[in-house]
């Protein structure tokens, strides 16, 4: 797996960084390629929820062939050179008042993670990100 883009908010607005550090127990979501490929389809053809409008993930992902993201657990994780991230939840919370929800089910239920920082550090465009199942 290989962050495509990352981003982060600032005075309100979203910008593109090269790299972030990531501090101790920072929130942070992450949408795969497949996630946002779906989402721009989705917006090409009129289908627009209120999440394609409005969510922003910190990192873009590339995991094709590698990992379905729809059969990761909270508690497994995902780490790179020097930051190790928990996952919290796996796909988010559909409003019943949606559009897409309401007629067709959302296509991004299981292309975005929501993660927390447990090892602080830095990732970079580019980075190989290893995904491992928690331990039980």
């Known amino acids: 797996m290989r962050i495509r883009k990352l981003q ?67 508690g497994d994780h995902i780490g790179g050179t020097e930051a190790g991230l928990s996952i919290q939840r796996v796909g988010k919370n559909c409003h019943s008042d949606c559009p897409i929800y309401r007629k067709a089910g959302c296509s991004l239920l299981e292309e975005i993670l929501f993660l927390e920082v447990e090892n602080p550090g830095k990732i970079a465009l580019g980075e190989k990100l290893n995904y491992k199942k928690r331990s039980t």
């Open 8 to 74: 982060v908010k600032v005075k309100g607005a979203w910008e593109s960084r090269r790299e972030l550090f990531l501090s101790e127990k920072e929130k942070i979501s992450l949408i795969t390629d497949r996630g946002k490929k779906l989402m721009e389809v989705d917006i090409d053809r009129g289908r627009t929820g209120f999440c394609h409008l409005r969510f922003k993930a910190n990192i873009l992902l590339d995991t094709e062939g590698e990992v379905e993201v729809g059969k990761m657990q909270p």
